[in-house]
């Protein structure tokens, strides 16, 4: 089911900075009445919404590290996404319209699993990790754009046998909430553009990509950050 508190037909700045829009998307989860146990979060930017929201709901917090799998001819855009234990999610229609053999896909997984380790040693060494089997998840990034990074975010936290698998989003567009709404129990959104162009950071006023350095100084020293039951 898909609760959205706003529809929109095109972006405007609904939030400040991705805390302010972590601390939004707390107060519509409590008001629609949502049931978690876990934030979990997609980095980089979605560390920057998850943890003020974690904060302010009074829940546990872990991190599921996934990345998109950059087109080779094009890489700033993607044709899919990979978890860290491998679960992909491809969008199949760039890679059949940018003809992408086996072989090519298989040797950019490759690639991007390798990055996903380094940032296994970055982010989780040395940190207690929350326990998900059996609990409700609630997954949160700072938006949705294609969806493919959720969608393997989602098959990866499934691997752990949750109860149940939430995502809480500030915006996106509806139809990457379609896509991805039958995967999951519940989908939150805050603001979801009906058609047109859209980008995640049109939403926001103040917005640029987090550096691994700003991802490791939100979470905090390993010993001292609060990592779940």
Not at 33 to 62: H, I, N, T
Not at 92 to 121: F, K
Not at 123 to 134: K, M, Y
Request: net charge negative.
């Amino acid at each position: 089911m898909r609760h959205v508190r706003e529809l929109v037909g095109a972006p405007y700045p609904a939030f400040d900075n991705r805390t302010e829009a972590g601390l939004e998307l707390a107060d519509f989860l409590l008001r629609e009445g949502a049931e978690a146990d876990v934030v979990v979060a997609v980095p980089s930017g979605g560390v920057a919404v998850g943890l003020p929201l974690a904060e302010r709901l009074g829940l546990p917090f872990d991190l599921v590290l996934v990345r998109k799998l950059p087109l080779p001819m094009a890489p700033e855009a993607g044709f899919g996404a990979v978890s860290a234990s491998g679960e992909v999610a491809l969008n199949q229609r760039l890679v059949y319209g940018w003809g992408l053999s086996p072989d090519v896909i298989d040797d950019v997984v490759a690639r991007v699993l390798d990055e996903l380790r380094q940032r296994e040693e970055m982010f989780l060494i040395g940190r207690q990790r929350a326990d998900l089997s059996g609990r409700r998840l609630l997954l949160v990034d700072d938006g949705l754009a294609s969806g493919f990074t959720m969608q393997a975010a989602v098959r990866e936290v499934r691997r752990a046998g949750p109860r149940s698998v939430a995502v809480g989003v500030p915006d996106a567009p509806v139809g990457t909430i379609e896509a991805v709404e039958p995967l999951v129990e519940e989908l939150y959104c805050l603001v979801a553009q009906r058609g047109g162009s859209f980008a995640v950071a049109s939403f926001y006023a103040r917005w640029h990509d987090l550096t691994d350095r700003e991802v490791l100084q939100l979470l905090g020293p390993p010993s001292l950050a609060h990592r779940g039951e």
